[in-house]
């Protein structure tokens, strides 16, 4: 095709683009374009067996050892709906404020063929889905810190559909071998409606969805394990005018590329119609390695996917089931925008350390349940060791929250110690480690290595003299009101004492021995030398 030799061949487009990479988010719309952006995002259903069939879900079994009959669409098989995905499909709809939740639907057959499609048609709800015109409501953050802006994307409608299988291509022996363990697994499909502008939109939008579905139960959120999976539709167009070419980037199973691949496509959109070429209704996929996007297929002949009826299943009738919508939706979790504001009304802290403690699973609890122990004004203390050295562990060791193995005491304790100065704050995370790996109590393990914060003012003193001995001119500059030159003297303290010293009450004594008279007249005799 033309366009693919354009967009992937020319090396001055590619150059180009590169520069349009580096442009940020805001310079781009300055160009007096309006990027228009819609997601349709894939959930797997968190159930014990798929869809239609019995057949397991679990992850890590051999190739195609969780196959049905029915999933390798052996004739004369029947599909049975499965429960528990009707159930977390009501429960997204109600999280979602659907507020069309049918209680009738039907499920239809999209005719395709693919591989890993062994029937030759997915099982979806084209035409009457459980649930229609929900909202989500996000928040974007420009940094760490910023005030967040509140957005909202319209939700057209929330579907159950089978997933497909998955193709292994081999480029060695030239073969394509298919395995049909997520074949049927139970989908939710959220189709967006297209109000977002920009990647970074479309990516805090996506994750806010997850916090919400996590929080429930529905999915288990996990892009790299396929859990969650994006599809975006984008056009550009100047104000006042049409909107323009569509087309759709598939697949997208990182944050990061669901932001990198929309401000790619838009900006390659820009690009054309600043120069009168014309975009083609295509498919792309995201290479995040390249940072590129590639044709997988034209879409400028309409595809007949021959939707129709799907026989084998009758109409989904919620109350004939005996799905309770009220039952469920009293069951439903705090949702995450509650958690977060439960947060800043009790504790007073900051939106961006909100979003991580509801984010992070079991987070939220445990930082309540240790909260417990302690009064409100270590709440600030308590959620900075939180995310900056539990975290921190979490990613040096690649690990879940919920492996983290220190209990709200033992971290509300070790918050204590350090609020009230007994030990000093670079000792902390040492002492987290300890606890996570040995399971001891942190005031047994500050006792046994002799961590405790030293507070002896002569020792200090003796420290603070022998500091303005090795340093005398930092001293001297001290003197005279420059107390951004105490930080050597400062340093030579912190090292002595291995990062024990209460540098607070150093700080004093070091300011008291610097004013002494006898400094002055020490610094005359040495002139007169």
């Known amino acids: 095709m033309h366009i693919t030799r354009l967009s992937l061949g020319r090396p001055s487009f590619r150059q180009h683009l590169r520069q349009l990479c580096a442009t940020s988010s805001r310079e781009i719309w300055t160009e007096n374009f309006e990027p228009v952006v819609g997601l349709e995002v894939h959930l797997q259903i968190n159930s014990r067996s798929k869809l239609f069939s019995n057949a397991s879900t679990s992850l890590g079994g051999g190739i195609n050892r969780q196959v049905s009959a029915f999933d390798a669409a052996i004739p004369g098989t029947l599909p049975v709906l499965n429960r528990r995905c009707v159930e ?61 802006e509140k957005k909202s994307c319209k939700i057209l409608q929330l579907q159950l559909e089978q997933d497909s299988g998955r193709s292994v291509h081999d480029a060695e022996n030239r073969v394509s071998l298919i395995d049909l363990n997520r074949a049927g697994v139970g989908l939710l499909e959220v189709v967006f409606a297209p109000d977002l502008k920009s990647g970074k939109e479309a990516a805090d939008l996506v994750k806010e969805l997850i916090a919400i579905v996590k929080a429930i139960g529905v999915c288990s959120g996990r892009m790299e394990d396929g859990a969650v999976r994006v599809d975006a539709n ?113 504790y007073g802290l900051d939106f961006w350390k909100c979003v991580v403690i509801v984010r992070e699973p079991g987070m939220y609890e445990f930082f309540t349940q240790a909260m417990n122990y302690l009064s409100i004004e270590y709440a600030k203390q308590a959620s ?39 030990l000093p704050i670079k000792k902390c995370l040492e002492v987290l480690q300890e606890v996570i790996e040995s399971s001891r109590d942190p005031e047994e393990i500050v006792e046994l290595n002799n961590w405790w914060m030293i507070k002896d003012e002569n020792l200090l003193g003796a420290l603070c003299e022998e500091a303005i001995r090795l340093y005398p ?50 610094e005359e005799v040495n002139a007169g030398r």
């Open 473 to 522: 001119k930092h001293a001297r500059k001290a003197q005279v009101g420059k107390q951004d030159v105490l930080k050597p003297l400062m340093s030579h303290i912190q090292i002595a004492t291995q990062g024990r010293a209460d540098m607070k009450l150093a700080k004093r004594i070091m300011l008291e021995k610097i004013q002494r008279p006898e400094m002055a007249l020490r």
């Open 234 to 346: 984008i056009s550009v167009h100047q104000p006042g005018t049409p909107l323009g070419t569509r087309t759709e980037v598939k697949n997208l199973n990182s944050l990061r590329a669901v932001s990198r691949a929309i401000d790619l496509e838009i900006r390659r959109q820009m690009f054309f119609v600043k120069r009168g070429l014309k975009i083609q209704n295509v498919t792309l996929s995201f290479d995040s390695e390249t940072v590129s996007t590639v044709v997988m297929r034209d879409k400028e002949i309409v595809q007949d996917y021959r939707f129709f009826p799907e026989p084998n299943i009758p109409s989904l009738n919620l109350q004939q089931a005996g799905i309770c919508i009220e039952s469920l939706r009293h069951s439903l979790p705090s949702l995450p925008h509650e958690l977060r504001k439960r947060l800043m009304d009790t």
């Open 88 to 148: 977390a499909a009501v429960q997204t709809a109600l999280a979602l404020e659907c507020a069309e939740l049918n209680n009738v639907s039907r499920f239809d057959r999209k005719h395709y063929f693919y591989a890993d499609m062994p029937a030759g048609f997915q099982i979806t709800q084209q035409f009457h889905p459980i649930a229609r015109k929900g909202n989500l409501n996000y928040y974007q953050m420009e940094s760490p810190g910023a005030l967040p």
């Open 384 to 422: 900075n060791i939180l995310l900056i050295d539990i975290i921190g562990y979490m990613n040096k060791h690649s690990m879940e929250f919920e492996d983290v193995h220190i209990s709200p005491k033992q971290f509300a304790d070790l918050i204590r110690m350090v609020g009230e100065r007994r």
